[in-house]
T-cell receptor, first 113, second 112 residues
Framework: GAVVSQHPSRVICKSGTSVKIECRSL??????MFWYRQFPKQSLMLMAT?????????EQGVEKDKFLINHASLTLSTLTVTSAHPEDSSFYIC?????????FGQGTRLTVV | SQQGEEDPQALSIQEGENATMNCSYK?????LQWYRQNSGRGLVHLIL?????REKHSGRLRVTLDTSKKSSSLLITASRAADTASYFC????????????FGKGITLSVRP
């Protein structure tokens, strides 16, 4: 199946700093990628749809200035958590759907201290 | 908002037994998919069933879909300890353009 690579897998940052998470499609082109957030023992909550060459579409309640998404190429989308706070600590996962099924990155465990 | 609702939320069985997990949803869908997640990892696609299909098999997995009841079930036969994971159903609504809505998930524990 298709491969989606997410980096880093874990990151610890200080409160107030920004963190960038990368999501790459390794063997296919992805005009659309999806970013999710997952709290412990909970489901995936869609944060935004990343669109290559255009602005991301954010879900209701997700601050676009807080979670910056850039999809500058057909194989790379980035999520930047700006001015991170402890409540932003979570598991962030990206996915791409070259067909109907979704292929997920490995996820990024973000801890803000 | 989350559309899929799985039940039970947690399931513990003995190795060799079958595990049945159910999912209900609310809107019209193009397809329903089941995913597996090991702790702290990304999700792995298991099986997709389209809205015009009623049953699908893949190895030890059997999925059914009842669009009149807006429900699906995932059966894992002859379970193994390695099947221990969280399982999620996800729906692609009509016109959703690949956007998936995930259920809350079921934690399956298979005791050796």
């Amino acid at each position: 199946g298709a491969v989606v690579s997410q980096h880093p897998s874990r990151v610890i940052c200080k409160s107030g700093t920004s963190v960038k998470i990368e999501c790459r499609s390794l063997d296919f082109q992805a005009t659309t990628m999806f970013w999710y957030r997952q709290f412990p023992k909970q489901s995936l909550m869609l944060m935004a749809t990343s669109n290559e060459g255009s602005k991301a579409t954010y879900e209701q309640g997700v601050e676009k200035d807080k979670f910056l998404i850039n999809h500058a190429s057909l194989t790379l989308s980035t999520l930047t958590v700006t001015s991170a706070h402890p409540e932003d600590s979570s598991f962030y996962i990206c996915s791409a759907n070259p067909q109907s099924e979704a292929f997920f990155g490995q996820g990024t465990r973000l801890t803000v201290v | 908002s989350q559309q899929g609702e799985e039940d039970p939320q947690a399931l513990s069985i003995q190795e060799g037994e079958n595990a049945t997990m159910n999912c209900s949803y609310k809107t019209s869908i193009n397809n329903l998919q089941w995913y597996r997640q090991n702790s702290g990892r990304g999700l792995v696609h298991l099986i997709l069933i389209r809205s015009n299909e009623r049953e699908k098999h893949s190895g030890r997995l059997r999925v059914t879909l009842d669009t009149s009841k807006k429900s699906s079930s995932l059966l894992i036969t002859a379970s193994r300890a390695a099947d221990t994971a969280s399982y999620f159903c996800a729906t692609e609504a009509n016109g959703a353009n690949s956007k998936l809505t995930f259920g809350k998930g079921i934690t399956l524990s298979v005791r050796p």
